[in-house]
């Protein structure tokens, strides 16, 4: 009869230490290619739509007439890349959360 | 006299909403009615209005636990309609992340089957053991849960070497760390008063009730889709875990046999990777019915797809096995104690999300 | 391709299937697909990895006899269908009449496509949005389960 095996685990633990890092203190380096937020080199867009078009949930608008605009909402985002391969101009990219914006252009 | 006790849906011990109505006399079960809709996402539907390709990122987030077993067995339903043959790294790569979702959830079936009977400090080590197997999954397709690497025709990423080598060292790290929470859960005294003798159901009443995965093989049937070698089983050998006395200790150990099962087999393919390119490309639209079935954690996923030529899908039907192991539950319920509820109902791993789609 | 072993009919439905039970067939499920002025009910049963399709082509607004005398695995499914596509299925071994899936106020036959006689669609406006939103059934004076809460104490 087998009692308190769970201790052998616990006594482990201690010795080991927590396993999770103090964040944000140490913060992780994140994976390459982490999909945490999608970003676009407005240099290169056509705005050809190809984007929205082909986007599941929404997310993206173009409009071409009057104003050329590209609109993002990013809380629809389901991050799952389909605008970044079908764009055909490959302005699109999907980065980790915390990498820096490119900077806007104007 | 009985009285009727309401069991969820907000439930400390279940993971998704679900309601039992159990009619209790005394401690025993008498009745028990299941309730469920709480998540009801109308998704067959909302997959009929977005177009063929936008399905297989919708499809992925039928469920969190097995995210990518659904997509890929959407995207084999539509290579079967079109004729696409998928590349054989591709399949070697599918069958690499299939296995990684079957070991993060067999251990999160298991850590949950923990903390219904209170032990949470085994639940939390086994929980531990699973964020080495989502950093694994993250590393190769850059998401922990929904991972977007299925594609119809093949798979969207590579695991280049560097990839491979850090997914074999995380196997490792969760081949020794499982050692003691897996001595606990099978050996520990206080654990078998728990799980022993307590939900039986014998093999030939549970083929009956249409019950699937562990659930089933638990019982001694042996039935394991994987043995009918779609994607790249074929190709690797491995035995299906069977145990025989259908009860929750005999599940249980037929999640643990299948955890090590499934780090055999991904050093297998990660191993046998052949070289060939990763996705077929193709044209079309899909015509014509098919029906595919897949081998998920939790037992057997049936894909049910029609198309008309269309781009859009006239029809796609879901079955997931925790829907066909809600009848077993309903038997395994009869004569049980009201404390021992909470743990049969985690011992076949509902996952109620697949449920309702 | 999906091949359908046998086509049934409303009457030799319940001796067919009985039939394949008796031989060791395991259930799996009930797909329903409207197609228009009738829905094709497919049953999926599996032995040893082999999938046997039946089909049964209902025409709107006829009843289907339930199956779940012979196979009781098959009482959830059917109350979904219940639900989802309105249709009556009649002599099931558990009945939630319409609320399996769907709350008192959610539209009726959400998953049918094609208006016909005894269900109503819900109409889209193609872009995946409802057009207007169906007026909701009445609520029944007595919850669905009121029946299942009776002889119970709260």
Wanted: charged share 25%.
């Amino acid at each position: 009869m087998r009692l308190f095996s769970i201790f052998k685990d616990i006594l482990s633990s201690l010795v080991q230490g927590p396993v999770t890092r103090d964040y944000p203190a140490h913060p992780r380096a994140p994976f390459p290619g982490t999909r945490g937020k999608l970003v676009i080199d407005e240099t290169k867009c056509i705005y050809c739509g190809m984007c929205a078009r082909k986007c599941p949930a929404h997310a993206l608008t173009v409009t071409r007439k009057p104003d050329q605009e590209w609109r993002f909402e990013r809380f629809r985002c389901i991050l799952c890349g389909a605008c970044v391969e079908n764009c055909p101009k490959k302005c699109l990219a999907l980065v980790d959360r915390n990498a820096p914006d490119p900077a806007a252009p104007k | 006299m009985s009285m009727l006790v309401p069991f969820g849906p907000q439930h400390p011990v279940l993971p998704e909403p679900l309601q039992l109505r159990l009619e209790l006399s005394d401690e025993k079960v008498i009745s028990a009615l299941p309730v469920i809709g709480y998540v009801h996402r109308g998704l067959e539907r909302l997959a009929e209005q977005k177009d063929f390709i936008q399905d297989t990122y919708l499809i992925e987030r039928v469920c969190g636990i097995c995210s990518f077993i659904h997509s890929m067995t959407y995207c084999m339903g539509i290579e079967e309609m079109m004729n696409i043959a998928v590349p054989p790294r591709a399949l070697y790569l599918r069958t690499v992340w299939s296995e990684l979702h079957r070991m993060h959830s067999h251990l999160l079936a298991l850590g949950l089957l923990a903390d219904a009977f209170g032990f949470e400090n085994l639940f939390y080590s086994l929980w531990r053991i699973r964020e080495e197997i989502m950093d694994a999954m993250e590393a190769t397709t850059g998401g922990r849960v929904m991972l977007g690497s299925c594609c119809i025709g093949g798979v969207r990423k590579d695991i280049d070497p560097a990839q491979a080598q850090f997914v074999l060292e995380k196997l490792a790290n969760v081949e020794r760390a499982l050692k003691r929470p897996a001595e606990v859960l099978i050996g520990d005294y206080t654990v078998k008063q728990r799980l022993v003798g307590v939900g039986v159901i014998d093999g030939k009443k549970a083929y009956e009730l249409g019950a699937v995965g562990p659930t089933l093989r638990g019982s001694g049937v042996l039935r394991d889709h994987r043995t009918t070698g779609y994607a790249a089983y074929g190709e690797l050998d491995f035995e299906p875990v069977v145990e025989q006395d259908g009860d929750c200790y005999a599940r249980t150990l037929v999640r643990i046999g299948e955890l090590r099962q499934s780090i055999a087999l991904v050093r297998q393919a990660l191993g046998k990777l052949p070289d060939s390119e990763l996705k077929t490309p193709f044209k079309g639209n899909p015509e014509g019915e098919v029906a595919v079935r897949a081998e998920q954690p939790r037992g057997e996923v049936l894909y049910y797809l029609r198309g008309n030529g269309t781009d859009k899908l006239e029809r796609l039907r879901i079955r997931t096995p925790t829907f066909a192991n809600i009848a077993p539950l309903l038997t395994m319920l009869v004569g049980c104690n009201l404390a021992d509820v909470a743990v049969i109902i985690l011992s076949i791993d509902p996952c109620i999300s697949c449920t309702e789609r | 391709m999906m091949t359908v072993q046998e086509n049934l009919t409303l009457e030799n439905q319940q001796e067919r299937i009985g039939a394949l039970l008796l031989r060791g067939y395991r259930f799996v499920t009930m797909t329903v697909v409207d197609v228009g002025e009738a829905f094709d009910i497919y049953y999926h049963f599996d032995l040893d990895y082999e999938m046997t399709v039946y089909k049964l082509a209902l025409p709107k607004g006829t009843e289907l006899p339930s199956i779940s005398g012979i196979c009781f695995a098959a009482v959830i499914v059917e109350n979904e269908i219940q639900d989802l596509f309105g249709i009556k299925v009649v002599n099931l071994a558990i009945e939630y009449e319409r609320h399996f899936l769907l709350a008192p106020d959610a539209p009726a036959a959400p998953f049918c496509r094609v208006p016909g006689v005894g269900v109503t669609a819900v109409a889209t406006d193609g872009k995946g949005n409802l057009s207007a939103p169906p007026p909701a059934p009445p609520l029944a004076s007595a919850p669905a389960d009121a029946a299942a809460m009776q002889g119970g104490v709260r």
